[in-house]
């Protein structure tokens, strides 16, 4: 019996898998990545991996004119969607996966960048967030998305409303970052987008010292989410019907 394959897209180098590597190969699954600047990656099927993990990336969805290749991913990802293909988008991801499924992306008002709770939806049954409840993680963004339909919210925060839906039990997106808080990688962030973490109301050592105390904790109720949702994923195949044909969206 061939093993599972799980995907990972990788938008820019400094934003991987991180903390969810341990659980999604607990799970049984061989991890390979591509990153979008890969030549193979404009005739890559994206629905044949088992799971498809798509990751972060300072670009906006909207932005298709200075980033080709996300018209390109999106056509496809709406196709794997469409059949039901266990699909996990984790910031840039999650508003990709809501740009395919319908919703519209756009920068909001203010940046959501450090470590605090969210609001887990406690009326949604069998909500794999609850882990998260109470628990600092950390956000990293200034875009948000208007919610698909057909999906349920999961939580929120008091900042953004959209923080994480899923669909079935194959398809889930999370705004934000509960896989960072081990990963050496978020040094690149704090480099790299110093004016985000002022933007936000925030301070360099502020959200360094907050990284170092919640960290820890964060991704260990990050890697509980993941573990306990790909408890409930399916891999049967869906064909994909007329009636499931992905709607038509200006961003695709």
């Not at 290749?69 to 699909?87: E, K, M, N």
Request: net charge negative; with cysteine.
């Amino acid at each position: 019996m061939n093993p599972k394959r799980a995907l990972i897209i990788r938008h820019v180098p400094h934003e991987g898998i991180a903390g969810y590597r341990e659980p999604i190969e607990a799970a049984g699954y061989e991890v390979d990545r591509i990153d979008v600047s890969d030549q193979r990656f404009g005739s890559l099927d994206l629905c044949e991996p088992d799971l498809l993990i798509m990751m972060g990336g300072p670009m906006g969805v909207y932005e298709q004119d200075r980033y080709p290749w996300i018209a390109c991913q999106l056509r496809r990802l709406a196709l794997r969607l469409a059949s039901d293909r266990p699909t996990l988008g984790v910031c840039f991801g999650a508003q990709m996966m809501a740009t395919a499924l319908g919703a519209e992306v756009y920068a909001g008002p203010v940046k959501e960048v450090g470590f605090h709770p969210i609001e887990v939806h406690r009326h949604v049954s069998n909500n794999p967030l609850h882990h998260l409840t109470d628990t600092p993680i950390l956000h990293w963004h200034g875009d948000t998305f208007t919610l698909p339909d057909n999906v349920e919210l999961l939580a929120s925060s008091h900042v953004y409303d959209h923080q994480a839906f899923r669909r079935g039990n194959n398809i889930l997106a999370l705004q934000f970052h509960a896989e960072m808080g081990l990963d050496p990688r978020f040094d690149a962030w704090v480099e790299q987008w110093p004016e985000s973490v002022v933007e936000a109301g925030g301070d360099e050592a502020s959200l360094r010292h907050a990284h170092d105390h919640y960290g820890p904790g964060a991704v260990d109720a990050g890697r509980a989410v993941i573990r306990d949702w790909l408890e409930g994923v399916s891999h049967t195949r869906m064909p994909l019907s007329l009636s499931q044909t992905p709607r038509k969206s200006a961003a695709l």
